[in-house]
C-alpha cells in the first residue's frame, strides 16, 4: 500500500531507534548512532520525556542500557516521567539498565580561584557509564552548567571536549537545551552539536494547547523540514509522521455503498468511490448524523471495519438515537467491526485530534473513518496552520485508502458561503441536506452538489427518516440549488 | 577551663564573643582537595593550598587530597564536577573553591579563614 513516507537516503549513517511512536519515521530509524543530538525547547516542552523515553526504550527493546545525568534536580519528576512510561525507576536502576546520577552545582555555594576544567564531571560520566556498560547518555540539561559555572570560556571549552568524549567512545547521546529568543538554544549549543537537531514547541492558542516537533538538522538524511504534531499521552510520546506532501495517492475505482440505495442510484448507481472524502452539511436536525450512521451501518454489514469519531455526542446517545430510526449499530459495536471515540473539540488543538486519529487509524485499519461533526475543529477564521493539518488528516486517510465522511454544521444561507472553503476544497463528494415547510409541512432535503469523476444526479430529492430507516422519496422540483431535469444528468459531475 | 573569668571582675556580656583561647572544633579546619591525576593545575593546587594553610591556619587543619581517577565513585557525594575543587568540611558551613587556588585572596574569602576568637 503506499504510504506517505518522508523521504529518506541511505547512507552509512547508523541509527539508534528511539522506540518513540512515530519518531524513528520521522528521523528515517532514529537518532545518529554514537553522536550527540540536541534537543530544544521552552520550559515544558517535553524535552525531559523524549530523553528519559529514548533511554528507557533503549534499555529495554533494544539492549542498550543508558546513563541520565540530571542537572536540575528532578529526581521526583524523573521517577515520574519513567512511571508514566509503564515502568519503574528504582527498579531499572536495580537491573543495571538505567543509571541516574543528579548533578547539583549551587552558584552561591561556589567560589573560583585559578584555572579549572570540568574533570570531575567527565569522571562521574564515564563511572556511570562503565557501571553499566551504557550505550546511551542523555544530559538533561545542559543550561543549568551555565548558571552554575561563572567561566563560560572554560564552560564552553569543556562543553566541546565533552561531546567529542562521546562520540570517542561511540555513546549515542541526547543533550538538551532550553528554546533561546533569537537562537535555537539560550547558550548557542548549536554550534556545536552538528550532527542532529530536534527542536520541541508547545504553544497555547485560544486557551488550546498544540505541540509540535520539528527536525532542524540531521546531517545525513533527507528530513523533511515540516513541523510534526504529537501527543504526550499514556504511553509518553507520539509523533504523527504525516506531512502534507505531493498528491500522490493512487485514485481507487472500486465503489462502496452510501447506505441509501436510491442515493446510489444518484451516483451512477454505484455509491461513493472508495477511498474518497465525503463532505455531509446541513443546518441543526437536518439528519447528516443519521446519514452517517447510516453509511457507517452499511459498511460493518459489508464486514468492514469503521472508526467513527464523535466530537458532539456520546456514543450511547448515537447507539440511542440511531436505534429510534430503525438502525443498530449495537450489533457491530459486539462484532468490533464498529468502533466509537469520542471526544470534546476543545480538549485539544487540532494537531491533538489528528495524533489521536492517526494513532487509531494505524492500530484498527478500518475502512471506513467518520468524523461528526468536523464543524468546531475547524475554526470559521480558517488558519493556516488549521488548514494544513486539515491537508494532512484527508491525505493520510487517502493513501491508506479509506473512505471518510465529515459532517458539517451550516447555518441558514447558501451552503457554499457557509462552509469553510479549506474543507470543502478537499472533499471529493459533497451532500447538502436541508429542512423546508412547503405547504406547511415540513420536510427534509437531500442534493448532492458535487462528486468528483462522475456523473451524479443533479436533482434533490426528499430525505425519509423513519423506523425503517433512511430513504429518498421523491424528486423535488421546487428546491432552489437542484436543477429540475429528472433522472442523472447528462454532464460528468465537475464542480 | 575558662580563664577570663579568673582575671577580671563580672565577665562584660558580649554576645559576639566566644570564649577566647579554647581550643575548641570551630578553630580545626578539615579540608578535602579533590584533584584527577598529576596535572598541573592539580599540583599547583596542592602546593598553594598547603602555603596558604601554613599561613592563615598554623597546623589547625587537615588536608586530604582525594584523586578521582582512582576513586570516581566519591566525587557524588560532595557534587564535584570541577578540577580542582576544594572543599572545607569543618568547620560547617561546607564552601566550595574551585581552580588551581592561585588567587590567594578568593581562597581566603571563600574559605572563610580568619580563625575564629
Given at each position: 500500500?503506499?504510504?506517505?513516507?518522508?523521504?529518506?537516503v541511505?547512507?552509512?549513517?547508523?541509527?539508534?531507534?528511539?522506540?518513540?511512536?512515530?519518531?524513528?519515521?520521522?528521523?528515517g530509524?532514529?537518532?545518529?548512532?554514537?553522536r550527540?543530538?540536541?534537543?530544544?525547547?521552552r520550559?515544558?516542552?517535553?524535552?525531559s520525556?523524549?530523553?528519559m523515553?529514548?533511554?528507557?526504550?533503549?534499555?529495554?527493546?533494544?539492549?542498550e542500557?543508558?546513563?541520565?545525568?540530571?542537572?536540575?534536580?528532578?529526581?521526583?519528576?524523573?521517577?515520574?516521567?519513567v512511571a508514566?512510561l509503564?515502568?519503574?525507576?528504582?527498579?531499572?536502576?536495580?537491573?543495571?539498565?538505567?543509571?541516574v546520577?543528579y548533578v547539583?552545582?549551587d552558584?552561591?555555594?561556589?567560589?573560583?580561584?585559578?584555572?579549572?576544567?570540568l574533570d570531575?564531571?567527565?569522571?562521574?560520566?564515564?563511572?556511570?557509564v562503565?557501571?553499566?556498560k551504557?550505550?546511551r547518555?542523555?544530559?538533561?540539561?545542559?543550561?543549568?552548567?551555565f548558571?552554575?559555572?561563572?567561566?563560560?570560556?572554560?564552560l564552553?571549552?569543556?562543553?566541546?571536549?565533552?561531546?567529542?568524549?562521546l562520540?570517542?567512545?561511540k555513546?549515542?547521546?541526547?543533550?538538551?537545551?532550553e528554546?533561546g529568543?533569537n537562537?535555537?538554544?539560550?547558550h548557542?549549543?548549536?554550534?556545536y552539536?552538528?550532527d542532529?537537531?530536534i527542536?520541541?514547541d508547545?504553544?497555547?492558542?485560544?486557551?488550546?494547547?498544540?505541540?509540535?516537533l520539528r527536525?532542524?538538522k540531521?546531517?545525513?538524511?533527507?528530513?523533511g523540514?515540516?513541523?510534526?504534531p504529537?501527543?504526550?499521552?499514556?504511553?509518553?510520546?507520539?509523533?504523527?509522521?504525516?506531512?502534507?506532501l505531493?498528491?500522490?495517492?493512487?485514485?481507487?475505482?472500486?465503489r462502496v455503498?452510501?447506505?441509501?440505495p436510491?442515493l446510489?442510484?444518484?451516483m451512477?448507481?454505484?455509491?461513493?468511490?472508495r477511498g474518497?472524502?465525503?463532505?455531509?452539511?446541513?443546518?441543526?436536525?437536518?439528519?447528516?448524523?443519521?446519514?452517517?450512521?447510516?453509511?457507517?451501518?452499511?459498511?460493518?454489514?459489508?464486514?468492514e471495519?469503521?472508526?467513527?469519531?464523535t466530537?458532539?455526542?456520546?456514543?450511547?446517545?448515537?447507539?440511542?438515537?440511531?436505534?429510534?430510526?430503525?438502525?443498530?449499530?449495537?450489533r457491530?459495536?459486539?462484532k468490533?467491526?464498529?468502533?466509537?471515540?469520542?471526544?470534546r473539540?476543545t480538549?485539544?488543538g487540532?494537531?491533538?485530534?489528528?495524533?489521536?486519529?492517526?494513532?487509531?487509524?494505524?492500530q484498527?485499519?478500518?475502512?471506513?473513518?467518520?468524523?461528526?461533526p468536523?464543524?468546531?475543529?475547524?475554526?470559521?477564521s480558517?488558519?493556516?496552520?488549521?488548514?494544513?493539518?486539515?491537508?494532512?488528516?484527508?491525505?493520510?486517510?487517502k493513501?491508506?485508502?479509506?473512505?471518510s465522511?465529515?459532517?458539517?454544521?451550516?447555518?441558514?444561507?447558501?451552503?457554499?458561503?457557509?462552509t469553510?472553503?479549506?474543507?470543502?476544497?478537499?472533499?471529493?463528494t459533497w451532500?447538502?441536506?436541508?429542512?423546508?415547510?412547503?405547504?406547511?409541512?415540513?420536510?427534509?432535503?437531500l442534493?448532492?452538489?458535487?462528486?468528483?469523476?462522475?456523473?451524479?444526479?443533479?436533482?434533490?430529492r426528499?430525505l425519509?427518516?423513519s423506523?425503517?430507516?433512511?430513504?429518498?422519496?421523491?424528486?423535488?422540483?421546487?428546491?432552489?440549488?437542484?436543477?429540475?431535469?429528472e433522472?442523472?444528468?447528462?454532464?460528468?459531475?465537475a464542480? | 577551663?575558662?580563664?577570663?573569668?579568673?582575671e577580671?571582675?563580672p565577665?562584660?556580656?558580649?554576645?559576639?564573643?566566644?570564649?577566647?583561647?579554647?581550643?575548641?572544633?570551630?578553630?580545626?579546619?578539615r579540608?578535602?582537595?579533590?584533584?584527577?591525576?598529576?596535572?598541573?593545575?592539580?599540583?599547583?593546587?596542592i602546593?598553594?593550598?598547603?602555603?596558604?594553610?601554613?599561613?592563615?591556619?598554623?597546623?589547625k587543619?587537615?588536608i586530604?587530597?582525594?584523586?578521582?581517577?582512582e576513586?570516581?565513585?566519591?566525587?557524588k557525594?560532595?557534587?564535584?564536577?570541577?578540577?580542582p575543587?576544594?572543599?572545607?568540611?569543618?568547620p560547617?558551613?561546607?564552601?566550595?573553591?574551585i581552580?588551581?587556588?592561585?588567587?590567594?585572596e578568593?581562597?581566603?574569602?571563600?574559605?572563610?579563614?580568619?580563625?575564629?576568637?
Open positions: 500500500m503506499p504510504r506517505a513516507k518522508p523521504k529518506v541511505r547512507t552509512s549513517l547508523a541509527k539508534a531507534p528511539t522506540g518513540i511512536q512515530g519518531l524513528d519515521e520521522v528521523t530509524g532514529g537518532l545518529p548512532k554514537g550527540v543530538t540536541l534537543v530544544c525547547g520550559a515544558g516542552c517535553g524535552k520525556l523524549l530523553a523515553e529514548f533511554l528507557v526504550h533503549g534499555a529495554v527493546r533494544y539492549g542500557s543508558g546513563v541520565f545525568m540530571d542537572f536540575e534536580e528532578t529526581e521526583e519528576k524523573l521517577t515520574a516521567n508514566s509503564g515502568f519503574d525507576l528504582p527498579e531499572l536502576v536495580k537491573r543495571k539498565k538505567l543509571f546520577d547539583l552545582i552558584r552561591s555555594q561556589i567560589e573560583e580561584s585559578g584555572e579549572y576544567n570531575g564531571l567527565f569522571i562521574r560520566l564515564a563511572h556511570a562503565k557501571a553499566i551504557a550505550k547518555v542523555v544530559l538533561d540539561s545542559v543550561e543549568a552548567l548558571s552554575g559555572i561563572a567561566d563560560s570560556a572554560i564552553r571549552s569543556e562543553l566541546r571536549r565533552l561531546f567529542r568524549w562520540e570517542d567512545q555513546l549515542t547521546a541526547v543533550v538538551t537545551g528554546a529568543t537562537t535555537l538554544t539560550r548557542g549549543l548549536e554550534e552539536i552538528a542532529c537537531v527542536s520541541l508547545h504553544r497555547v492558542t485560544e486557551q488550546i494547547s498544540t505541540r509540535r527536525v532542524v540531521y546531517r545525513g538524511t533527507s528530513h523540514t515540516d513541523e510534526y504529537f501527543l504526550i499521552g499514556e504511553e509518553g510520546i507520539s509523533v504523527v509522521p504525516i506531512t502534507s505531493a498528491l500522490t495517492h493512487k485514485a481507487l475505482t472500486d455503498s452510501t447506505g441509501i436510491a446510489d442510484e444518484m451512477e448507481g454505484k455509491g461513493f468511490f474518497s472524502s465525503v463532505l455531509v452539511t446541513g443546518t441543526a436536525g437536518t439528519g447528516k448524523s443519521s446519514l452517517a450512521a447510516n453509511f457507517t451501518r452499511a459498511a460493518c454489514a459489508r464486514g471495519i469503521c472508526l467513527y469519531f466530537f458532539e455526542e456520546s456514543p450511547s446517545q448515537i447507539l440511542r438515537n440511531m436505534r429510534s430510526v430503525g438502525l443498530d449499530l449495537e457491530w459495536v459486539k468490533g467491526l464498529l468502533h466509537f471515540n469520542a471526544m473539540p480538549s485539544t487540532l494537531e491533538g485530534h489528528l495524533a489521536v486519529i492517526h494513532k487509531l487509524i494505524t484498527l485499519r478500518p475502512n471506513v473513518v467518520v468524523i461528526d468536523i464543524t468546531n475543529l475547524v475554526p470559521a480558517g488558519s493556516y496552520d488549521v488548514k494544513s493539518m486539515l491537508v494532512r488528516l484527508v491525505d493520510f486517510l493513501v491508506e485508502q479509506i473512505t465522511m465529515f459532517t458539517n454544521l451550516t447555518f441558514a444561507g447558501d451552503p457554499q458561503e457557509r469553510a472553503a479549506a474543507v470543502s476544497s478537499l472533499m471529493d451532500i447538502v441536506l436541508r429542512d423546508s415547510k412547503p405547504n406547511g409541512r415540513p420536510r427534509r432535503e442534493y448532492v452538489l458535487k462528486s468528483r469523476g462522475m456523473a451524479h444526479s443533479r436533482e434533490a426528499e425519509i427518516v423506523k425503517r430507516g433512511l430513504e429518498l422519496g421523491i424528486v423535488l422540483k421546487d428546491h432552489p440549488q437542484a436543477t429540475t431535469v433522472g442523472p444528468s447528462a454532464v460528468p459531475g464542480e | 577551663m575558662k580563664k577570663s573569668s579568673a577580671k571582675g565577665a562584660k556580656k558580649s554576645p559576639a564573643k566566644k570564649a577566647p583561647a579554647k581550643t575548641s572544633a570551630s578553630d580545626f579546619y579540608l578535602r582537595l579533590y584533584i584527577a591525576g598529576q596535572t598541573p593545575n592539580s599540583i599547583a593546587a602546593a598553594n593550598l598547603k602555603r596558604i594553610c601554613e599561613d592563615k591556619l598554623k597546623g587543619y587537615r586530604e587530597v582525594v584523586d578521582l581517577l576513586k570516581p565513585q566519591l566525587a557525594g560532595d557534587q564535584i564536577i570541577a578540577i575543587t576544594l572543599v572545607r568540611r569543618l560547617p558551613p561546607v564552601k566550595k573553591i581552580g588551581n587556588l592561585s588567587k590567594t578568593s581562597v581566603i574569602v571563600g574559605l572563610d579563614l580568619q580563625p575564629e576568637r
